[in-house]
């Protein structure tokens, strides 16, 4: 009678999470995180795809979160050669959600230059939970190649990647305060300013760099 009840609730759940109402795949989400069933795997990771609804894709992320991750890994790691934009992104988003460390090698430089803006702030996120000790360096120098890169949004999330990545950053920065390109040597002092200032505020970092890029000083000195 138990299992009849949970197939039930499985095929529910699953139906739910096809509903053309955003409340209704939330519910399914939820119901599935609440008591996690290997079985709505597949399903959970599909839905991560094609899923319009922010609320809705955050809580596909928390119950995919509450799988094993033996069982959670291989599919959200084979999301990461999709077509669909936000099948790669979602994965990446989920994948710095779980934190296991067998995903780092699939967070490959190409994943965080992708074209696409949502993904390539979604691998610099877990690329930087995800990298092992000893790896910093080499990662704040793929990400540095992106500096400049995009509008505010973009920018502050490659600012605080970079920042999270400590000591390793300070290397590329100052090496970018000199790039002849006036918009990376402008998110280059933005950053160094926010990560020693955090309390000041990107805009404000980056109203300062504008000034130092247009009197023609790296900011180094400052």
Same mark, same amino acid.
């Given at each position: ?26 519910? =399914?989400?939820?119901?599935? @995180?609440?008591? $996690?069933? $290997? ?34 890994? $291989? ?33 490959t430089r190409e994943l965080m230059t992708d074209a696409d803006d949502e993904v ?11 990298? $092992?000790?000893?790896?910093?360096? @080499?990662? =704040? ?29 300070t290397p590329v920065l100052r090496a970018a305060m000199s790039d002849s390109r ?22 404000? =970092?980056?109203? *300062? ?6 009197? @023609?000083?790296?900011?180094? *000195?400052?």
């Open positions: 009678m138990t299992m009849t009840n949970e197939g039930t609730k499985m095929t529910r759940a699953l139906r739910g999470l096809e509903s053309d109402s955003s409340s209704v795949r939330l519910r =399914a989400a939820l119901a599935v @995180g609440t008591a $996690p069933d $290997p079985r709505c795997v597949d399903a959970l990771v599909g839905r991560c795809a094609i899923e319009p609804d922010f609320q809705v894709r955050e809580m596909l992320t928390w119950a995919l979160t509450r799988h094993a991750s033996a069982l959670t890994l $291989p599919r959200l790691l084979g999301e990461l050669r999709s077509e669909l934009a936000q099948a790669r992104s979602q994965a990446l988003h989920t994948l710095s959600k779980i934190g296991d460390g067998r995903a780092w090698p699939a967070i390539a702030r979604s691998a610099w996120r877990a690329a930087v939970v995800l990298v $092992p000790e000893g790896e910093q360096s @080499g990662l =704040a120098r793929v990400l540095a190649t992106q500096l400049g890169r995009g509008g505010r949004e973009t920018r502050l999330s490659l600012s605080r990647a970079l920042i999270a990545l400590g000591e390793a950053m006036p918009h990376v040597r402008q998110h280059a002092i933005a950053t160094e300013k926010l990560a020693r200032d955090p309390d000041a505020g990107f805009d404000f =970092a980056v109203e *300062e760099a504008k000034r130092i890029v247009a009197l @023609g000083t790296t900011g180094q *000195e400052e």
